[in-house]
């Protein structure tokens, strides 16, 4: 069941809505709406001494579990700055973004349910860090800095794209 298949009405004119490939439309007004994968920007911070930190999540979604620090654009907002403030605001620490790592989708979900739970389009870059005190804070409990061969098995890392980015970093880090 997709995101949209609940919605019977159109939420500007209470017309029926008429479902098809991916969307809702209202033939009363022209209403039209698409199921897209909200988009994420995610920091891999790495300190001078190859170091990267993880958070654990204190968020109901993965509870307990170590996570890059990032989260949900704001409508309109620039994936660089979402990158920023979503590092700010987990960890009080300030960065510039580097590299750009790659996209991985996924699902905002532990058990793999898509039925009403939305779909993530999940962008990450490197970052290091330039300012700011570290303090869990937010939806974040705990800051730990990890070298690569000491990060936590994938069955302790939130969601799926999370251990594909990291699997992806460590892959990079062993290049020559």
Not at 11 to 19: M, Q, S, T, V
């Amino acid at each position: 069941m997709g995101l949209l298949d609940r919605w019977k009405f159109c939420p500007r004119c209470r017309a029926e809505l008429e479902h098809a490939d991916g969307r809702v439309s209202c033939p009363a007004c022209g209403f039209v709406f698409y199921a897209n994968s909200q988009p994420t920007a995610c920091a891999l911070c790495v300190d001078d001494g190859g170091l990267l930190l993880l958070v654990r999540r204190a968020a109901e979604v993965f509870h307990g579990f170590w996570d890059l620090p990032g989260g949900f654009l704001e409508e309109g907002e620039h994936p660089l700055a979402a990158l920023s403030r979503e590092v700010r605001e987990e960890t009080g620490l300030e960065v510039e973004p580097d590299d750009f790592v790659g996209v991985w989708t996924d699902r905002y979900s532990e058990t793999g349910e898509t039925e009403g739970v939305p779909a993530t389009l999940n962008l990450y870059w490197t970052a290091r860090v330039v300012g700011g005190e570290p303090r869990a804070a937010d939806d974040v409990s705990e800051l730990r800095w990890f070298a690569p061969d000491e990060l936590p098995p994938a069955s302790e890392i939130a969601f799926t794209n999370v251990a594909e980015v990291l699997s992806t970093w460590l892959g990079r880090q062993q290049q020559p």
